[in-house]
């Protein structure tokens, strides 16, 4: 039998390859002994929970969970990168417009790519002028809403070395999959900014789990 790690890994490896080109999964038998796999179809890439139809469903819901996290936070990582890296482009390519963002303060939605550049250039100016090397997003819980939506729940941590430079904060973020691209749609933190960009001007140590998301 499979360790649940070892499937984990290659079906995120199966599923990242057929991000880029056609996928054909190889066959795959249930954990549980229950017969061949579901397949669901995330762009023009496949993946398979670990359990077959007549499988316990809290064993289908961990696996569902573990895979949501995995794909949340590769991309939440690709996208802090940019941000440090003044990626725009790399940036960009992760948004879905209109993007809304809610804070505990306001509504704001990002409507064109000039907004969402100039956003992203005050930002980027803000969080290297404070001295940060490094920003640090870390998945706390995430799970699919449909096949190719996911939502869960990530603590940031601004970072200059070890040394944390503001308050770390949480997000609630709604990743969707366009054509086999993941794109963020939806974000809500736990700042108390009112306009965009989000420059974390009236940030305070907010407890796990935030009451708020």
């Known amino acids: 039998m499979m360790a649940i790690k070892e499937f984990r ?19 795959l038998r249930c954990a549980a002994g229950c017969g061949p796999l579901p397949t669901h179809s995330l762009g023009r890439a496949h993946l398979a929970f670990p359990f077959g139809r007549r499988a316990p469903r809290s064993g289908k819901r961990v696996f569902a969970a573990m895979l949501a996290s995995e794909i949340l936070q590769n991309f939440l990582t690709r996208m802090a990168n940019a941000v440090v890296a003044g990626r725009f482009d790399i940036y960009s390519a992760g948004v879905q417009l209109p993007f809304t963002i809610l804070t505990s303060a306001a509504s704001l939605s990002v409507t064109t790519l000039e907004d ?40 940031t941590k601004l970072m200059d ?10 997000s609630k973020m709604w990743i969707t999959n366009f054509d ?34």
């Open 9 to 27: 890994d290659r079906q995120v490896r199966i599923f990242a390859a057929g991000l880029n080109e056609p996928c054909i999964p190889a066959p």
């Open 116 to 155: 969402l550049e100039e956003g992203f250039d005050e930002f980027t100016e803000m969080v290297l002028s404070r001295g940060v090397t490094k920003i640090v997003q870390t998945v706390k819980v995430a799970t699919f809403e449909s096949n190719d939506r996911i939502v869960g729940i990530h603590q």
């Open 161 to 170: 070395g070890s040394r944390l430079v503001l308050p770390d904060y949480y």
């Open 180 to 213: 086999g691209v993941w794109k963020a749609t939806k974000t809500h933190n736990t700042t108390k900014d009112t306009r965009w960009p989000i420059l974390l001007t009236r940030l305070e140590t907010e407890p796990w789990p935030p009451e708020e998301l």
